[in-house]
């Protein structure tokens, strides 16, 4: 006889310089919050701000009650050093007055 069912996530977290993951196996009522805290316990001293990311599926956010489905993609996301449309309106109004 097996145990409760589950699921795997795998909880991603990236810098400019190198990306972090972790593959979980969960509890199927587990939650993104329940996620993050488990790749949490397996990153103690990693300098990854846990608690004030915001946090996403595939690209899109979720809430840390949301509950992932088997093989989702759990990402933290980092705060951009600007924001790339600002970038890009500033690169091409430069652009303009040459």
Do not use: N
Not at 10 to 16: D, Q
């Amino acid at each position: 006889m097996s145990g409760p069912p589950g699921k795997r996530c795998l909880v991603i977290y990236a810098t400019a310089g190198r990306q972090l993951q972790w593959t979980l196996e969960l509890p199927a009522e587990a939650s993104i919050g329940d996620a993050i805290e488990a790749a949490r316990h397996l990153a103690p001293h990693e300098d990854i701000p846990w608690e004030s990311a915001p946090v996403g599926i595939f690209g899109e956010l979720r809430s840390r009650a949301h509950i992932p489905a088997e093989g989702d993609r759990i990402e933290l996301y980092r705060a951009l050093p600007q924001d790339p449309k600002a970038k890009r309106r500033a690169r091409l109004k430069g652009a303009r007055r040459r």
